[in-house]
Nanobody
């Protein structure tokens, strides 16, 4: 019933931009904090950005000033605008929805940044 579907990943050159989208269904979207995580091959999954139901945000130090998370409650979507991309941003990016007692995950969308 709960579904998170990411889109927007792809291959870009260093310095370029991408916007990731996550469409949620099966949840009362405006109650959930939303987040983007990423996992590179051989690495642990890490939090990239988070936005609360009230719109407060926080970011990993590695992406501050380059990435922006936002949400559109009317569309049940969360976005990650990624600018000034670096090769070290290469990873599979996952959408996450959290409300006490229920974390949900999307299937992931790959992002590859070439130098």
């Amino acid at each position: 019933q709960v579904q998170l579907v990411e889109s927007g990943g792809g291959l870009v050159q260093a310095g370029g931009s991408l916007r990731l989208s996550c469409a949620a269904s099966g949840i009362i979207f405006n109650l959930y904090a939303m987040a983007w995580y990423r996992q590179a091959p051989g690495k642990q999954r890490e939090l990239v950005a988070r936005i609360t139901s009230g719109g407060s945000t926080n970011y990993a130090d590695s992406v501050k000033g380059r990435f922006t998370i936002s949400r559109d409650n009317a569309k049940n979507k969360v976005y990650l605008q990624m600018n000034s991309l670096k090769p070290e941003d290469t990873a599979v990016y996952y959408c996450n929805a959290y409300y006490p007692g229920s974390p949900y995950w999307g299937q992931g969308t790959p992002v590859t940044v070439s130098s």
